[in-house]
Each structure stands twice: as structure tokens, then as C-alpha cells.
């Protein structure tokens, strides 16, 4: 079993900037990838970001393309998210997620079917 949490979320302005961390703990070493999703009031969960543990591949959601970037700390077991001129179409809970295995592809990087273990989320709140 992964354990994660998630860390970082809170109330920004828009065009402001969050950071939010993911702390991996357990059998960590099963975890191949980890991803952020997110998920809005009354929408279904959209893929922001993904990456494998080996640096090998990085895929980014089209809504967060240049704004957002994500980071790991292999050492510490941690993935962080950097967020950058947020909108208030941002707003939603964000989930962590590690998957066991992994495929470089971006079609599989964005499916939530492929992740085993997910974070309780954390929220972000943009206001205009």
C-alpha cells in the first residue's frame, strides 16, 4: 500500500500562485508515476499533470500548459505542484495519485483508471 498526502491547497487571487506538495509514504517504492487531478463542484475529475519517478516523462493537462509544473523530490518521496497565474477556473479539490505501473503516453498518463492510490485532495480557491 501508497499512502499520500496531499498539502499546500488554500485561497489565492487570481493571477497568484500556490505550491502544493504530496507526500508519499509505505511501499513507495511499487509507485512507478505520480499524477494531480482535480475536481470542481458538479464536474468529473480532469487530469492536470503527471510524471514517472525516473524522470523519464512529463505530461501536462491543455488547461494548465505553461502555468503549472510539477517536481519530485525522490529522496523525500515527494511530488510538488507549482502554480502559476491562476484563474478562478482553477478552483477545485486537487488529488495526488501514484500509479504502479506506467506507460510513456500521454493517453494513458491522463486516465484516473490507471492510478492505485489516491490522496483525500487538498482545495484551491481562486477568487477574481
Known amino acids: 500500500q501508497v499512502q499520500l498526502v496531499e498539502s499546500g491547497g488554500g485561497l489565492v487571487q487570481a493571477g497568484g500562485s500556490l505550491r502544493l506538495s504530496c507526500a508519499a509514504s509505505?511501499?513507495?517504492?511499487?509507485?512507478?508515476?505520480m499524477g494531480w487531478f482535480r475536481q470542481a463542484p458538479g464536474k468529473g475529475r480532469e487530469f492536470v499533470v503527471a510524471t514517472s519517478w525516473s524522470g523519464g516523462s512529463t505530461y501536462y493537462g491543455d488547461s494548465v500548459k505553461g502555468r503549472f509544473t510539477i517536481s519530485r523530490d525522490n529522496a523525500k518521496n515527494t511530488v510538488y505542484l507549482q502554480m502559476n497565474s491562476l484563474k478562478p477556473e482553477d478552483t477545485a479539490v486537487y488529488y495526488c495519485?501514484?500509479?504502479?505501473?506506467?506507460?510513456?503516453?500521454?493517453?494513458?498518463?491522463?486516465?484516473?483508471?490507471?492510478?492505485?492510490?489516491w490522496g483525500r485532495g487538498t482545495q484551491v480557491t481562486v477568487s477574481s
Open positions: 509505505g511501499r513507495t517504492f511499487s509507485s512507478a508515476a
Open positions: 495519485a501514484a500509479a504502479s505501473q506506467w506507460v510513456f503516453s500521454a493517453t494513458y498518463s491522463a486516465n484516473s483508471a490507471n492510478y492505485d492510490y
